[in-house]
C-alpha cells in the first residue's frame, strides 16, 4: 500500500444553477481542481452521483465528464452509494493510489437536482431506500428519518427543541463560505416554527437540495510536493454498509455501519476520538448528526443531543461540527456532497477556511452517509505541509 | 413500478407471507433466501398473523410522486409479534391519536392508482387493533 495524499481541491457554490447542466458543473470543479494542481497527467476519473438518471436524465456520468474535460481515453466510471456517492468515489480513487493501480486520479462527486419538480426529486431520493418494502409504502426519504428521529426522541427523553443546535451551527458557519447555498443565521426560534415535512423532520431539520460539484486531486504522497506546499495526507479511508432498510435492523438507534466504518478509520489512522480536531458530519437531518456523533465516540447513546451547542461544536468549540456550514447550509447535492466535505477538510487543513478557519487544526475527519445509514463512508485526513 | 414488480409481490403484499430460518428459527419478513442472523438458507415460507405494535411513526405533509392526493398520511415501523419490523402506512386513525406502543393489526387497502388507465395497487396498511382480536 501506497500512501496517499489530496494536492488539489475544487468547487462550485451549491445553488439552484439554472445556466448549467450536470457536465457544466462537474467540469466547473474538475478545473478548478486542476488549476490548484495540474500533474499533467491523469489516470483515471471516478464520479460520485446519485440520480442523474432520474432527474437530470444522463448516466454514464465517466465517460461523458472525462470527455468533457479534455481526458478523452482516460479510464472513468461512476460511483453509486446513495448520499453516500461522493466520498465512495473518493475512497475509490484513494484505493487505486494506494493499491498501485493509478498515480494521479480525481474524485469528483456532482448532482443537478433543480430540472426536476419537487415531486420527481422526492421520488428519485426515496431510491436510497428499500424499494419493494419502503418506498412502495409511499414513504420518502425523510419520513424514514423521521421514524428514527420520533423513536429517538421517545427512547431517550430527548425534545425536537434539543436538536436546534445542529441546525443553529450549520447556519452561523455557512456564512463565512462563499460556496454555500444559504448562508444566513437561523434561530432556535424558527427552527421550532419551521414548516412540518415528515413529522417530526421540519424545514430547519432538512438539509436543502441544490445542484454542485466539486473535485479532489489525489496523488501517491510521495509525489505530492512536486505539485502542491500544502499536500493533505489521506490517513484513513474506510465503507461499511448496513440493511438498506430500517426495518432490517435490529438496533436503528445505532448507526452499526457509521461505527465499523469510523473504528475500520481510527484503526487505520492510529487515532482515537480525541485526536480529531474538527468532523464532517452528514447532517442530511439533524438526527443523523446526533447519531454520527454518539457511533464516532464523541457523545454516549442517546446524548447526542447534548453537543448541540456552541461550546462543543462550534468553531472554537471541543469538536468543531459542520464547519462549512454542513449540509444543513452548505446545501446537499447528494451525489456531490462526500467530496464537498472533503474540500471542506483540506481548506481547514490548510489554514484557507477563511472567518471559519478552526485553529491549529492537524486532523479532520468526513462522514458521508448513504440512505438511512446503510452506506457509511469514514475519512480521515492529516496536515502535512 | 410495473406490473410485474407488483405481482412478484402478492403474496407478501396480501397474506404477509415471510420466511422461517431452518437453522436458527428465525422469522423473516420480508423474504430474503439467507437468514441474517446465522447467515444460513432460509428458504420455508411462514405466515404471518398480521399483529405487532408501533415502534416508530411519521405523519408526511411532502409526499414522493404518486403519493401526493394522499397527504397528509402516517407511515411507521410496526414491530410484528412474531419479532421482526414493518414499514407500512397506518391507517383508520387520526395522526394525532398514533402512539408508540400502540397495538395495530394488518388489513388490506388501495395503496396507489397510477392515473386514470393505470394500475390500482392493493397492499397492507396496518389499524389499531380492534379489540375482538387484540
Redesign the interface.
Known amino acids: 500500500m501506497r500512501d496517499v495524499s489530496i494536492i488539489a481541491i475544487g468547487q462550485t457554490k451549491v445553488d439552484e444553477h439554472w445556466g448549467k447542466s450536470l457536465r457544466h458543473l462537474a467540469a466547473d470543479a474538475i478545473l478548478a481542481a486542476l488549476a490548484e494542481a495540474n500533474p499533467g497527467r491523469i489516470d483515471a476519473l471516478y464520479v460520485g452521483n446519485m440520480i442523474s438518471g432520474e432527474v437530470a436524465g444522463q448516466e454514464h456520468l465517466g465517460a461523458l465528464i472525462a470527455d468533457f474535460v479534455g481526458l478523452r481515453g482516460v479510464e472513468a466510471v461512476k460511483v453509486e452509494a446513495a448520499c453516500g456517492s461522493g466520498a465512495a468515489a473518493v475512497r475509490l480513487g484513494y484505493a487505486a493510489v494506494a493499491g498501485g493501480l493509478c498515480d494521479f486520479v480525481i474524485a469528483a462527486g456532482v448532482e443537478k437536482m433543480t430540472d426536476a419538480n419537487?415531486?420527481?426529486v422526492?421520488?428519485a431520493l426515496?431510491l436510497a431506500a428499500?424499494?419493494?418494502?419502503?418506498?412502495?409504502?409511499?414513504?420518502?426519504f425523510?419520513?424514514i428519518n423521521?421514524?428514527?428521529m420520533?423513536?429517538y426522541m421517545?427512547e431517550f427523553g430527548v425534545k425536537h427543541e434539543d436538536f436546534a443546535g445542529f441546525a443553529v451551527n450549520a447556519h452561523k458557519n455557512a456564512i463565512g463560505n462563499p460556496n454555500a447555498m444559504f448562508p444566513y443565521p437561523v434561530t432556535a426560534q424558527a427552527f421550532a416554527k419551521a414548516?412540518?415535512?415528515?413529522?417530526?423532520?421540519n424545514l430547519l431539520d432538512s438539509s436543502p437540495i441544490g445542484d454542485g460539484a466539486a473535485a479532489v486531486v489525489l496523488c501517491p504522497t510521495e509525489m505530492a510536493r512536486q505539485f502542491t506546499e500544502k499536500p493533505v495526507r489521506v490517513m484513513a479511508s474506510a465503507i461499511a454498509t448496513d440493511?438498506v432498510?430500517?426495518?432490517?435492523r435490529h438496533d436503528?438507534m445505532a448507526l452499526q455501519a457509521a461505527y465499523l466504518s469510523v473504528q475500520r478509520a481510527y484503526s487505520l489512522a492510529k487515532i482515537t476520538p480525541g485526536d480529531i480536531d474538527l468532523f464532517e458530519t452528514h447532517d442530511a437531518f439533524t438526527i443523523m448528526a446526533a447519531l454520527e456523533l454518539e457511533a464516532c465516540g464523541f457523545a454516549q447513546r442517546g446524548q447526542g443531543t447534548r453537543l448541540a451547542q456552541a461550546g462543543e461544536i462550534g468553531i472554537d468549540g471541543r469538536i468543531p461540527v459542520s464547519t462549512m456550514g454542513g449540509l444543513k447550509g452548505r446545501g446537499h447535492p447528494v451525489g456531490a456532497t462526500g467530496v464537498y466535505q472533503i474540500v471542506e477538510l483540506v481548506q481547514q487543513l490548510r489554514g484557507e477556511a477563511g472567518v471559519n478557519q478552526v485553529k491549529d487544526c492537524r486532523i479532520g475527519m468526513a462522514q458521508n452517509i448513504g440512505g438511512s445509514g446503510a452506506t457509511v463512508v469514514t475519512h480521515i485526513l492529516e496536515r502535512i505541509g | 413500478m410495473r406490473i410485474p414488480r407488483h405481482w412478484r409481490l402478492q403474496d407478501q403484499r396480501y397474506r404477509m407471507v415471510g420466511e422461517v430460518c431452518d437453522n436458527c428459527g428465525e422469522k423473516l419478513f420480508p423474504p430474503r433466501d439467507i437468514c441474517p442472523e446465522c447467515s444460513k438458507p432460509a428458504c420455508t415460507p411462514y405466515t404471518f398473523n398480521g399483529r405487532g405494535e408501533v415502534y416508530s411513526y411519521s405523519t408526511i405533509y411532502q409526499a414522493p410522486e404518486g403519493f401526493e392526493e394522499f397527504v397528509p398520511y402516517t407511515v411507521a415501523l410496526v414491530k410484528l409479534d412474531e419479532g421482526p419490523m414493518i414499514t407500512a402506512q397506518l391507517t383508520d386513525v387520526e395522526a394525532a391519536e398514533v402512539r408508540i406502543g400502540m397495538p395495530v393489526e394488518m388489513v388490506t387497502r388501495r395503496m396507489l392508482e397510477e392515473g386514470e388507465d393505470g394500475l390500482i395497487i392493493y397492499g397492507y396498511k396496518f389499524r389499531p387493533a380492534l379489540a375482538a382480536t387484540a
Open positions: 419537487g415531486g420527481e422526492t421520488a426515496a428499500d424499494g419493494d418494502y419502503e418506498t412502495s409504502q409511499g414513504l420518502s425523510v419520513s423521521a421514524l428514527l420520533r423513536r421517545y414548516r412540518m415535512i415528515a413529522d417530526p423532520i440493511s432498510a430500517l426495518h432490517d436503528p
